[in-house]
Structures are given as structure tokens and as C-alpha cells.
């Protein structure tokens, strides 16, 4: 067991709890600002720790979703710290995270489906994946 599953772990109960509590606090209010803040903080470090988790265990598939999750947090907390109409440099070097996950995806999905000589199907990463016909 990785030390850093506990980590994972209580990110997660932190995000829950405190998405919960910022849900509950008037928009705008010093407690949601700061539900807000560990909510975010939470997230990444639950997006961060499940991609290292993966990337130990050759989850190609969970690698890409935690990075996903983690462009979707970040993305999110920027958009709510911007002015409206604002695009920084960091919208455009950002929006180069989904393109290069949706890219690989489509090319393990691309891999899966051509894959028809064998039952198993062994990814970059050693990931792999079995399914019945």
C-alpha cells in the first residue's frame, strides 16, 4: 500500500465535507470564500495524489482522468478569480491539457478496436486491458 492512499483518501472526505459546507454559506461570504479555497485545494490534491497512484500502477486510463480532473479544477478556480471577457495566457496554454488527454484516449480507443487477433491488449505504461468478444 502507497503511503500517499491515506493522502488521497482524506483529500477526498475534505473535498466532500467542504463542497457541502460552501454549498451551505451565502455566496459571497467570508465562511464560502474559505469553504471555497479547501474545497479547491482539496480537489487538487486528490487529482494530483490519484495520478501518481496510477501512474504506479500503469493505469494509463486513470492517469488520463486524474489529469483531466485536475485541468477541470484548475480551470474552474481560474474562471472564478478572472473579470469577465478576461483570456490569459494560462486559457491557452490550459486548453492544451484536454486536447493531448483526448488525443491519447481516442488512440488507446483506436487501439482497443483494431485489437483483434488477441483477447488481451497491452498499453504503453504496461497497462492491461482484457474484454470478451
Known amino acids: 500500500?502507497?503511503?500517499?492512499?491515506?493522502?488521497?483518501?482524506?483529500?477526498?472526505?475534505?473535498?466532500?465535507?467542504?463542497?457541502a459546507a460552501a454549498m451551505s454559506f451565502?455566496?459571497?461570504s467570508?465562511?464560502?470564500?474559505?469553504?471555497?479555497?479547501v474545497f479547491v485545494i482539496a480537489m487538487l490534491t486528490l487529482?494530483?495524489?490519484?495520478v501518481y497512484l496510477a501512474l504506479m500502477k500503469h493505469q494509463l486510463g486513470n492517469v488520463l482522468g486524474g489529469t483531466?480532473?485536475?485541468?477541470?479544477?484548475?480551470?474552474?478556480?481560474?474562471?472564478?478569480r478572472r473579470g469577465d471577457g478576461e483570456t490569459g495566457i494560462f486559457?491557452?496554454?490550459?486548453l492544451l491539457i484536454p486536447l493531448l488527454v483526448g488525443t491519447a484516449l481516442w488512440i488507446l480507443g483506436l487501439e482497443v478496436g483494431m485489437a483483434t487477433r488477441s483477447r488481451q491488449l497491452e498499453f504503453p505504461l504496461r497497462c492491461t486491458f482484457s474484454w470478451v468478444p
Open 1 to 19: 500500500m502507497s503511503p500517499l492512499l491515506p493522502l488521497h483518501i482524506s483529500a477526498g472526505m475534505v473535498g466532500i465535507l467542504s463542497g
Open 26 to 28: 451565502r455566496k459571497g
Open 30 to 37: 467570508a465562511r464560502h470564500a474559505l469553504a471555497g479555497k
Open 47 to 50: 487529482a494530483a495524489s490519484a
Open 68 to 80: 483531466f480532473t485536475f485541468y477541470l479544477i484548475a480551470t474552474a478556480w481560474m474562471t472564478a
Open 91 to 94: 486559457d491557452w496554454v490550459a
